[in-house]
Structure formats: C-alpha cells, structure tokens
C-alpha cells in the first residue's frame, strides 16, 4: 500500500499545485513584479518563435520601469498611512476582545448546562454568512440604534471603528468558540481534580491549568484572528466604504480604491501597497506563531 501510495502520490498531488501555481504563486510574483512598473493597463502580446510556431512569450505593452517610486508614492500617501494605524488599532481590539469572549464561552459551554449543544450551533453560526452581507445587515442594525440620537454609522469614524469590531467579533466569537471548547475538552479529568484537591480555586485552576493546556488552541485563534482582522475588506465595504474622508478605510480597501484611481501611477502604487501589505501580515503573523508555540513548548 505505502509502495503504490508513493508512487501515485505525484499524480494526485498534480491538481493541488496546479491550482496553488494557479492561483496564488504566479499572481504573487507578476505582483511583485508589476510593483516595479508603470502602467496604466495591461496589454499583453503572445509573440510566437519559430516556423513551427509552438514557443510563445509574454510581452507586456504599455510599461515602463518604475523602480521604487511606487514605493516612495505609497508611503507618501497620507491616506494609506491613516489605513495603516486604523487596520492596526481595529486589529488589536478584535483580537483581544474575539478570543477573551471566546474563550469564557467556552468554559460556560464545556459545562453540564442543558442545550449545550444547540447553544455552540447557534453561536457559530454567524460565521457562516458572507462578508458582505453580514456588512450590511449590521449597516442596518447599527443606523436603526445611531438614528435614535440623530446619528449615522458615517456621522465619526469612532462609530464606524466600533461597529467593525461588533461586526467582527459576532462573527468569530462562535468559531474561535469551537477551538477553544475542542482544547478544553483534551485536559485530563485527573488534572483538575488533582488541581482541587490541592485547593486551587476556579480562577486558580484557568490560569494554571487551563491556559496553558489549551496554548496550542490559543495559538491557532490568535493567528487566525489577526489574519482575517488585518485582511478585513468585505465588511469594510459595506458597513463604512471608508468613508467619512476615508477616516474608517481598512489597508485592503485602501489597496483597492489606489487601484481604481484614474492617476497614471495609481495601478503600479497600488500594487506597491499589496506587496508591502503582504508582508506585515506575513511578519507579524509569524511572530505570534513563534512567540505563542515557545509558549506550548514551555508547558
């Protein structure tokens, strides 16, 4: 069986690095590579070599190098800077405020309490809506409450920046939730007790014993929280657009909009953006994996 496995094993592989060459790697690189030019759109020739005509190569018309004045324009931009401090800010309250939520959710939910069952069916279940969608019905919900004091969610870019982190934890508390529960559930039953004969009280036996059983759960919501949250576009979108003067605009909405812009630098700036956008999810995402896993390991 392990004999015919390996040798299958490149064949059925075959669709998955397709798709991952597809869909994520050559996109990464022409990024990385449109990110050093100037164009306004892409015009691209297959110019054909040899009588038989079978070798073909990609000519991009319209281009000029740019070098790192894509760069030097983006971090000019007073706006993409704004969207900067906003995303990190919006990102640390969701994360703490998601998986602090979560988490005691969890300890309720592990519990002997009748319908525990439905209740992690229905908290997890906003997780299943679109982006979008979610944007808009808590658009609506937000107004509704905001139109009693004469307000709107688009009035200060303080009510927009609370209704993402609403938007954001109804969303995940409920997902987070589960991995959490998952986590709690493998502590050894002789641990707590062992904890309670000792004398360790309830609060006593969640810090000494349940946060650091549950790390590897820890680790996991941590980063996919601060993933999704710096990631935000679709709620963005629809609950604020941005606006009011882009005080609410999110780094990947910020990324968009310089694309669309009619300026002739704004595609390559806003490529430049992507590429530099990338790169702080990808450091930091990093650094709380490492910083998180030493503490599995320290356990």
Not at 19 to 27: E, T
Not at 246 to 259: D, F, H, S
Request: charged share 15%; proline share 4%.
């Amino acid at each position: 069986m392990l004999k015919s496995m390996k040798k299958w094993s490149p064949v059925l592989l075959l669709p998955t690095v397709a798709a991952f060459l597809v869909a994520f790697l050559i996109p990464f690189i022409l990024g990385i590579f449109l990110s050093f030019q100037r164009f306004r759109t892409l015009d691209i020739t297959f110019m054909s070599v040899g009588r038989d005509k079978q070798f073909h190569f990609l000519k991009f018309n319209n281009m000029t190098f740019e070098g790192l004045g894509n760069y030097v324009r983006a971090f000019n931009d007073p706006a993409f800077i704004n969207s900067f401090w906003f995303t990190v800010k919006f990102t640390v309250v969701a994360i703490v405020t998601i998986n602090i939520f979560a988490f005691f959710l969890a300890l309720l939910l592990t519990k002997s309490i009748k319908g525990t069952n439905l209740f992690r069916t229905v908290f997890f279940m906003p997780n299943l809506i679109g982006g979008i969608v979610l944007g808009y019905i808590w658009l609506a919900i937000i107004n509704g409450v905001l139109r009693y004091f004469d307000l709107t969610i688009l009035y200060d870019p303080k009510y927009g920046f609370w209704g993402l982190v609403i938007l954001m934890n109804w969303q995940l508390i409920g997902y987070m939730m589960i991995i959490y529960i998952a986590g709690i559930q493998n502590i050894s039953p002789d641990l707590i007790e062992a904890a309670e004969i000792d004398g360790a009280g309830y609060f006593a036996k969640i810090i000494h014993i349940i946060i650091p059983s549950v790390m590897p759960s820890v680790t996991i919501c941590l980063f996919l929280t601060l993933t999704k949250s710096f990631r935000l576009f679709d709620q963005n979108l629809a609950l604020t657009g941005g606006a009011p003067k882009k005080g609410t605009e999110m780094l990947a909405l910020n990324i968009v909009n310089t694309m669309q812009e009619t300026y002739a630098t704004a595609p390559g700036t806003g490529q430049a953006k992507a590429v530099v956008f990338f790169l702080v999810v990808a450091v930091i995402a990093l650094a709380q994996l490492f910083l998180t896993r030493s503490k599995e390991v320290e356990v």
